[in-house]
Every structure is written in structure tokens, then in C-alpha cells.
């Protein structure tokens, strides 16, 4: 079975301040892609990244930061110095023999002034 | 290049009555897929075209529900019979075909309110 685990229902910080949302996932498959998307209040998903299986190497864009873990089945998200634009419903997700993507439960960010 | 459209944005129906909502895809992606997402869950996979073929429905797809791409471009997700619990925001996504590695590109969504 695959599935997408993201304990984190709800973050709340102070502008500035750092913040890592958990993802976990499960898959059989050798050959996976795992995805962050961000799905602020207009409710369109907006893709902010995509990593491969084989490919371990964490990855920083700005404040953005993910950390993939396969020996924990671990793909983190880190927002560095969070601003209240970063408030958003964060959601991860993963890919492998199917053509489609299997979302978590999605982390509610919210970052006060 | 515009992105995914979708319409109407919102709908508001009585039980019983049947909705139609229409998906316009980035052009040229041939495969389109149909999500559903209800409050405070992430999005649920419904169906999938490869142009006009759907390849792949989930159970969460009732026999109410029928999603046709006729000639490979737009795509509408009919629901007849609407119930209370199909009261959710029904998601587009379109991605060029040839990989099962990109990322869906996804529409603002057409939220449905069954009262």
C-alpha cells in the first residue's frame, strides 16, 4: 500500500522564526517521486518541488529546504526565517507506478506578524 | 500559456439535482486527472484521462459520478443525484503525457455545496 503521513495538523509561528513540516511515506516501489505542493487560501495547488528515489540529495531554493531520508521514509520540508506569505495549507505527496498522486492530510501553516 | 481553468468556481445545488463542472487543461497535456478534497483533507484521486481515454476511476467514484474527456481537450465531472457528502472541492490537474515523474499542475478548484 502507499500512503502519505503528515502528523502535523496545524503549525503556528512568528514571523522570522524557522519551521520544518514532517512527511512520512510508505511505498513498495524502488522507483518513487515525492512532492511538496503549497495550497494557499485561493485553494489552487502550487508545486514547489519534486525529488526522485535515487536521488538523496537535499535540496535548498531560498528559504525552502528539503531534507529525503529513505532510511526513515522521510521527505521534510524547512522554511527558513518564515514570513506571513509562507501561511499556507502545505501538503506532500507521492508518485511511484501509478499515474497518480497520493496526497497527506497536509500541515496548516500559519505565520503571525 | 494559461493555466488550468476551471468552472463554475462555486456551486451551490439542492439534494437531488445533478451538476455538471468543466476542466480546461494546459494545452497539450494530454492526460487530466480529477481530485476531490473535503475540509481539512488533502486531495483524493477520483479518475484519469489519457487524452480521451479514462484509464483509471477509484471506488470513491460512485456510479453517480461520470467524468468524459470526449475529444482529448476539456473534460466535465458530472455528479447526478447530489448528496450532502458530495459537498467538497472537486480539483483539476492536467500534465504532459510520456512520464510518470512530473508534477500535476492543478486548477483553483470548483467547490460544491449541497444543501
Known amino acids: 500500500a502507499q500512503k502519505v503521513t503528515q502528523a502535523q495538523t496545524e503549525i503556528s509561528v512568528v514571523e522570522k522564526e524557522d519551521v520544518t513540516l514532517d512527511c512520512v511515506y510508505e511505498t513498495r516501489d524502488t522507483t518513487y517521486y515525492l512532492f511538496w505542493y503549497k495550497q494557499p487560501p485561493s485553494g489552487e495547488l502550487v508545486f514547489l518541488i519534486r525529488?526522485?528515489?535515487?536521488?538523496?540529495q537535499n535540496e535548498i531554493s531560498g528559504r525552502y529546504s528539503w531534507n529525503f531520508q529513505k532510511s526513515t521514509s522521510s521527505f521534510n520540508f524547512t522554511i527558513t526565517a518564515s514570513q506571513v506569505v509562507d501561511s499556507a495549507v502545505y501538503f506532500c505527496a507521492l508518485r511511484s507506478n501509478t499515474d497518480k498522486l497520493i496526497f497527506g492530510t497536509g500541515t496548516r501553516l500559519q505565520v503571525f506578524p | 500559456d494559461t493555466g488550468v481553468s476551471q468552472d463554475p468556481r462555486h456551486k451551490i445545488t439542492k439534494r437531488g439535482q445533478n451538476v455538471t463542472f468543466r476542466c480546461d487543461p494546459i494545452s497539450e497535456h494530454n492526460r487530466l486527472y480529477w481530485y476531490r478534497q473535503t475540509l481539512g483533507q488533502g486531495p483524493e484521486f477520483l479518475t484519469y484521462?489519457?487524452?480521451?481515454?479514462?484509464?483509471?476511476k477509484s471506488r470513491l467514484l460512485s456510479d453517480r459520478f461520470s467524468a468524459e474527456r470526449p475529444k482529448g481537450s476539456f473534460s466535465t465531472l458530472e455528479i447526478q443525484r447530489t448528496e450532502q457528502g458530495d459537498s467538497a472541492m472537486y480539483l483539476c490537474a492536467s500534465s504532459p503525457s510520456g512520464t510518470h515523474t512530473g508534477e500535476l499542475f492543478f486548477g483553483e478548484g470548483s467547490r460544491l455545496t449541497v444543501l
Open positions: 525529488r526522485n528515489s535515487f536521488d538523496e
Open positions: 484521462f489519457q487524452n480521451e481515454a479514462q484509464l483509471e
